[in-house]
């Protein structure tokens, strides 16, 4: 994770285009100045952060079902779920299917676990547009390239 970027996944380790679903890992940092305020002496991730990573989860399943040409924005969260809390240094296995998707729009349904614990979920809601230019569209294939991105999962017509 690069909190100061707003990165929060660190690599793919599975996405399934057919079944519609992704797995990701992300290492929060032990150390970043965020840590400073929430919350001084007890540490700990800010909910609206897990809330992004699972937002980026599925925004790169997005991603890959729309074949790399629309670029997803969060539109919605709903029944998000803090369910316990989550500590600089722990390992986030965060997963992502899909619920629905069209007329631009996708909802998913995502959950981040640490060591098979649930700590968190939430269903959220998309809109998918056309990239909107060059710069955010090179910048996305240069961060699929570091996260490991499966090329090779999206079909070609």
Not at 53 to 82: C, D, H, N, Y
Not at 106 to 130: D, I, K, M, Q, Y
Request: with cysteine; proline share 6%.
């Amino acid at each position: 994770m690069r909190l100061e970027y707003f990165q929060l996944i660190d690599r793919i380790d599975d996405l399934d285009v057919g079944e519609r679903t992704i797995t990701v890992a992300a290492e929060v940092p032990t150390h970043n100045t965020i840590f400073e305020g929430h919350f001084p002496g007890y540490p700990l991730m800010p909910g609206v952060l897990l809330i992004e990573a699972m937002a980026q989860t599925s925004g790169w399943l997005l991603i890959a079902l729309l074949k790399f040409e629309r670029m997803p924005f969060l539109a919605a969260v709903k029944e998000a779920k803090m369910r316990g809390f989550v500590a600089p240094g722990e390992l986030l296995n965060i997963d992502a299917s899909i619920v629905h998707e069209g007329s631009g729009f996708a909802v998913t349904s995502a959950t981040v676990r640490v060591g098979g614990e649930l700590r968190c979920n939430a269903t959220l809601t998309f809109r998918h547009v056309p990239f909107p230019n060059v710069d955010l569209r090179g910048h996305m294939e240069a961060m699929a390239e570091r996260i490991g991105f499966p090329r090779q999962a999206i079909p070609h017509d």
